[in-house]
């Protein structure tokens, strides 16, 4: 498991590598976020971190709302209150009223990228699954955008479960796995990361070290590159 780090989706942009390609990438607000609260097995039956984010007017807030943050030592609360669940390890790391940031993530490290995707209301099979439109001649007629058939004879009888019809398209969670992480910015708090992420401007979005890739757990400490104190040390030994 690993901590997932509530971002704020700026934008995408475009960097230069050192050999001159251009690489595209999305800018992140990542953080700082505030832990508000922690969970443990003995008492909640499963251990799990809470961690807030972002800047809203304090009158918004419920009194409900309020006493929670006061409760766990936060002064302001925040307009984003999220979970996740983490091991005793790495929760003994953390404590209520710490703040995270970018700092635990290092160039280079895989990342994935969860968030929720752009909502195109109701739309068509040709634009929500990419089906080919139709032949404009040989008596086609006004059958241009559909799907064609959606079933058989009398066997089976039934529509098959699952099949690409036309419906509702996007706002879903969505993961984008494997990011690689360009740049850094402790001062201003942003992340940078390779090609795209879900979601529109401004939109909420959920960092985490990569679980098909990279290193596991809370990420990088504040100080050190993607890999911990091991990444250095072939570099070090070729230098003697």
């Known amino acids: 498991?690993?901590?997932?780090?509530?971002?704020?989706?700026?934008?995408?942009?475009?960097?230069?590598?050192?050999?001159?390609?251009?690489?595209?990438?999305?800018?992140?607000?990542?953080?700082?976020?505030?832990?508000?609260?922690?969970?443990?097995?003995?008492?909640d039956g499963y251990t799990a971190v809470q961690l807030a984010f972002g800047e809203r007017r304090e009158s918004l807030f419920s009194k409900a709302e309020k006493n929670h943050f006061e409760k766990h030592g936060v002064a302001a609360p925040k307009r984003h209150l999220s979970e996740c669940r983490l091991t005793e390890d790495?929760?003994?790391?953390?404590?209520?009223?710490?703040?995270?940031?970018?700092?635990?993530?290092?160039?280079?490290?895989?990342?994935?990228?969860?968030?929720?995707?752009?909502g195109r209301g109701y739309t068509g099979v040709v634009k929500r699954h990419g089906f080919a439109i139709k032949k404009r001649s040989h008596g086609t007629h006004e059958f241009f955008r559909h799907g064609g058939s959606i079933g058989a004879g009398a066997d089976p009888g039934k529509v098959i479960k699952g099949l690409k019809m036309a419906g509702q398209h996007g706002n879903a969670r969505t993961t984008t796995q494997n990011l690689e992480v360009i740049r850094v910015d402790s001062e201003r708090n942003l992340l940078l990361v390779r090609g795209a992420v879900p979601g529109h401007k401004n939109g909420l979005v959920k960092i985490r070290t990569a679980i098909k890739k990279g290193d596991q757990g809370l990420g990088t400490p504040p100080g050190q590159k993607a890999g911990g104190d091991d990444a250095e040390a072939p570099a070090e030994e070729a230098a003697e």
């Open 90 to 118: 790495e929760a003994e790391a953390l404590e209520e009223g710490m703040e995270i940031t970018v700092d635990i993530f290092g160039v280079g490290q895989r990342v994935d990228a969860i968030g929720t995707s752009k």
């Open 1 to 43: 498991m690993a901590i997932e780090l509530l971002c704020k989706k700026l934008g995408m942009t475009q960097v230069f590598a050192e050999s001159g390609e251009a690489v595209p990438v999305t800018v992140l607000e990542a953080g700082p976020n505030v832990v508000v609260q922690k969970k443990t097995s003995d008492k």
